[in-house]
T-cell receptor
Framework: DGGITQSPKYLFRKEGQNVTLSCEQNLNHDAMYWYRQDPGQGLRLIYYSQIVNDFQKGDIAEGYSVSREKKESFPLTVTSAQKNPTAFYLC??????????????FGDGTRLSIL | GQNIDQPTEMTATEGAIVQINCTYQTSGFNGLFWYQQHAGEAPTFLSYNVLDGLEEKGRFSSFLSRSKGYSYLLLKELQMKDSASYLCAVRGSRDDKIIFGKGTRLHILP
């Protein structure tokens, strides 16, 4: 079945450490997104990518970095510059080329905590 | 700037009808989505509006007025399993950027 896979499901970060969250999709979608969700809050956009080798900052990109070397993959690195990384991270993809009414498909999320 | 507003919480009774409002101010508009999210889970797609008017899908309906920057999600015949957060999201017109509101937590009472 096609879908989006995020790993790991739970991740712990030590002070001063960079960690990378994986997001892989086999839906052949062009656009991919990373969102952060804090308890009781909505989704805030970190980065998004419309095509391979291109990405744009969202509303809260500071302290994060991404790459889009392959269409299927959009990993997110949480750097040591992100001072409050504890949150639920959601990856999504969509295919606007198939019509603007196409919704985003979401992975199951990664829950990141500070040790 | 861009802004999407929804009520933080709402409470309704099983079997009743509830309307969740969403107002938006965004740089361009190319569609509005409603998602349902249960605690600790990923959002799931409910509806999409790009033209003014009402879209109906079973117990769920969604309305859009582009001139007013306003949408609502209507849930009928409420069931206990409808207790969840409901997220309003807007796609900009120039790119594929999709911005979410903070979500409305809906509590269903028996």
């Amino acid at each position: 079945d096609g879908g989006i896979t995020q790993s790991p499901k739970y991740l712990f970060r030590k002070e001063g450490q960079n960690v990378t969250l994986s997001c892989e999709q086999n839906l052949n979608h062009d656009a991919m997104y990373w969102y952060r969700q804090d308890p009781g809050q909505g989704l805030r956009l970190i980065y998004y990518s419309q095509i391979v080798n291109d990405f744009q900052k969202g509303d809260i990109a500071e302290g994060y970095s991404v790459s889009r070397e392959k269409k299927e993959s959009f990993p997110l690195t949480v750097t040591s510059a992100q001072k409050n990384p504890t949150a639920f991270y959601l990856c999504a993809s969509s295919s606007p080329g198939q019509g603007r009414n196409q919704p985003q498909h979401f992975g199951d999320g990664t829950r990141l905590s500070i040790l | 700037g861009q802004n999407i507003d929804q009520p933080t919480e709402m409470t309704a009774t099983e079997g009743a009808i509830v309307q969740i409002n969403c107002t938006y101010q965004t740089s361009g508009f190319n569609g509005l989505f409603w998602y349902q999210q249960h605690a600790g889970e990923a959002p799931t797609f409910l509806s999409y509006n790009v033209l003014d008017g009402l879209e109906e899908k079973g117990r769920f309906s969604s309305f859009l007025s582009r001139s007013k920057g306003y949408s609502y999600l209507l849930l009928k015949e409420l069931q206990m399993k409808d207790s969840a957060s409901y997220l309003c999201a807007v796609r900009g017109s120039r790119d594929d950027k999709i911005i979410f509101g903070k979500g409305t937590r809906l509590h269903i009472l028996p």
